[in-house]
């Protein structure tokens, strides 16, 4: 095995296979940062670049794509507070305050090194332990699933920063944007009312750009004119940062960095979840293990290092659910899988022996994009910064427009933007009566799972016994239990912590 790996390793190191990967890296960054663009969309368009070339230069283009693309989206989502792609969603809930409190080039690069570790790490961790984790994934049918899901909206109320019935709301309001359009099974329209425009449902994508982006513009622009609290982000003048002391912030805190990029692995090696979860999925879990769970959300490293090394350590997890069962992760290696059919090979559970020096040349490039992509975000430091020195009044218009620009894209049709210039209001609206946005989102990235797998599971067996008695699946309902139980004596103690310092005030 690791004799493969070095030989992977020199065989991406050659100048034909270096180049795409460079490219694909930096289309990645470049996709990722911008919002709207989505990792999905960049690799959809290189993807007609790769037919002319040889099998692995193609997917080492496409590669570098993905895991630079799960790194860009913490460049805006740290210096505009829009998340460039939704892995990066739970990045800009400490990354931003603390860019706005004077440190850009901590939380920058507090996310790029997390994206490194972590990503490294799980590529070690995949290339050693590819065959246990395909046994287990291999167990999950429609229960485990439905049960896992329920296990990712229960750990959704630990990210309620306040209220935890508003956390639920938040959440329920997610999961019924998700019911209406066209049923998953029968593709029957349901709460259409007799639109067309609503017979298809809401696209995530328009959704999520309208939430974060309007209500992000429209709290700044409010902001217009009253005078800037010290220690804004306008007396940063650059990115530089000791990057040493970071690196240093984030292996202090080993287990954070272990058990994010844990929680990112497994969310990658079972299909149809994603980044966007698993990146807010690890953000909670070190909310909850954290002995200060009150101060995320406020600018701490401990949220970056968690959302950023999970969401990096996902695309290893998805990759190898794309070699070993031929089953798309993603969206993005659904791509991958289609240009895999193009080259006439033919991924599942042979795919290693069959052609082992094509994948582990898939490897090889995943971990060699990791430094490329780090040299990259280093060069383009310098460009990056000039997003923070424009004027609100110039930048809140442009954004707008590349956010509009990016959901009409997505069909080329008005129907999207109608959705994000809805969503835009309803996100608004959501932040100034105090709601958190993170269930809302989670709520809607997992809605059409939950209702399909359990709709799966009952038209394979009615005994509704069975989610509790499948030990995989009742160990995680067990795990939701837990997970509720600790939010709520998490919020009991916050609130007796914040009565007992009003009362030492007075």
Known sequence: MYELLGQGILTVLQLKYLVPLFLGTLAGVVGGALPGVT???TIIVILPFTFGLDPLQGLSAMTGVYVGGSAGGLITACLIGIPGTPSAIATTFDGFPMARKGEPGRAVWLGVWASFLGGLLGGAFLILTTGPLAAIALEFGPWEYFSLFVLAMAMVAGLAEASFVKGLIATAIGLLITVIGSDPITSVPRFAFGSAFLNDGFPFLPVLIGIFAFA???????????PKPEGTMEGAKSLSVSHLKVIGEILGRPFLLLWSTFVGIVIGVLPAIGGSAANMLAYDQAKKFSRRPEKFGTGIPEGIIASESSNNANVGGSLVTIMAFGIPGDAVTAVMLGAMTIHGIQSGPLFVVQHAGLAYGIYAAYILAHPLMVMIIGVGALFILKITSVRLAVLAPIVLVLCVIGAYALNNTMQAVYVLLLFGVVGYA?????????????????????EINLIRSIMTDDNPWLFITRPISGGLLLCA??????????????????????????
């Open 430 to 450: 959501l932040v100034k009566t105090g709601f958190p946005l993170a269930p809302l989102i989670l709520g809607l990235i997992l809605g059409d799972q939950i």
């Open 39 to 41: 990792i999905t969309m």
């Open 216 to 226: 992000q513009i429209m709290t700044d622009l409010e902001k217009l004119g009253h």
């Open 481 to 506: 239990l837990i997970s509720v139980v600790l939010a709520v004596w998490q919020h009991v103690r916050h609130q007796k912590r914040m009565a007992a310092e009003a009362d030492t005030d007075f």
